[in-house]
């Protein structure tokens, strides 16, 4: 009976967190629309949630002290592959989508022939295929590799490149700076979600928090300042102006993101402020740090949705 609770605990968030992912995509089609496709926007945002939760959890070993890593490892294989499956999926539903979407045919009507097409002649469809291969790797990694630090390495290090791959081919893709900054933006943020998000996944008891929950608000705060400055420098080279804000579909959703990711900035230093000094400390139960994160996850996963729908909005 002692165990059972965490798990009803986690399939609760994680169906709390896909109701959250789907209103957040419905609302970045809504302020887009006409200029997006509902479909594409919720494939997009499912796959770079994925994604982001993939990386966390690869990485999120790290957090803990080098005796106890090995616990972590254990610990987060299991959700690791299975929720690099559901990233792999994810990319391939992308990928056939965006092919049909170019091709200007349904889904149905679409042949592997033209799949390929897609593949080889179009940047899109070449950076889908790199998303794609690492998810895979991921899934395999996690699988069939040794449970080792040396693999906790590899395994961040090829989500963090699957994670980046979509978003260097974007509206930024013939800007090398605006490139540089979206993908800066995107690895910040995937790693300040992703991590807490596997904390909430694998750290059951308040010791545990007390030990990583140090090293999550230190790697926020670089996080933070990362995401802000390089996001800033990429809303000024894509607006022509501040009345984009409210004056297109891009800017609307742009601009309920940065609403977001205020909201979350917030939030982030009150816990960091509160929480993280009564975690530390054995004071705060480890329902009251996963309760927090809960509500800081929920803000996380609709800036993640609302910047799937910007990367997807003409």
């Not at 540089?180 to 928090?209: E, K, N, S």
């Not at 000024?236 to 900035?265: E, M």
Request: with cysteine.
């Amino acid at each position: 009976m002692g165990g059972a609770a965490p798990h009803v605990t986690t399939r609760g968030a994680v169906a709390g967190a896909t109701l959250v992912v789907a209103a957040a995509s419905i609302l970045a089609w809504a302020l887009a629309y006409p200029q997006a496709s509902l479909t594409v926007t919720l494939v997009r945002a499912v796959s770079v949630c994925a994604g982001v939760v993939t990386l966390g959890l690869a990485a999120v070993p790290m957090l803990d002290a080098s005796r106890h890593r090995a616990e972590v490892i254990q610990r987060a294989a299991t959700p690791l592959a299975t929720v690099a499956a559901v990233w792999l999926v994810a990319e391939l539903t992308r990928l056939v989508v965006a092919a049909a979407h170019t091709a200007g045919v349904g889904v149905r009507a679409l042949g592997v022939a033209t799949v390929a097409d897609f593949v080889a002649a179009t940047t899109a469809g070449r950076s889908g295929l790199v998303a794609l291969a690492a998810a895979a790797v991921v899934v395999v990694g996690a699988l069939a590799a040794p449970h080792a630090v040396s693999t906790v390495a590899v395994l961040s290090g090829v989500a963090a490149i699957g994670v980046v791959a979509r978003p260097l081919t974007g509206h930024f893709a013939h800007s090398a700076l605006g490139g540089l900054a979206v993908a800066v933006h995107m690895l910040a943020a995937a790693l300040w979600c992703g991590v807490l998000a596997a904390l909430v996944l694998t750290v059951t008891h308040r010791g545990q928090w007390a030990r990583m929950l140090p090293g999550f608000s230190a790697l926020s705060l670089g996080c933070v300042l990362a995401l802000v400055a390089a996001g800033t420098f990429g809303a000024v080279v894509r607006l022509d102006s501040a009345a984009d804000l409210w004056s297109t579909g891009y800017g609307r959703v742009l601009a309920a993101k940065i609403v977001v990711t205020v909201a979350l900035v917030v939030l982030g230093w009150r816990n960091r402020t509160m929480w993280l000094p009564a975690a530390r400390s054995h004071r705060a139960t480890a329902d009251v740090s996963r309760s927090r994160s809960m509500v800081e996850l929920t803000l996380m996963a609709v800036a993640l949705a609302l910047a799937a729908g910007l990367a997807v909005t003409g």
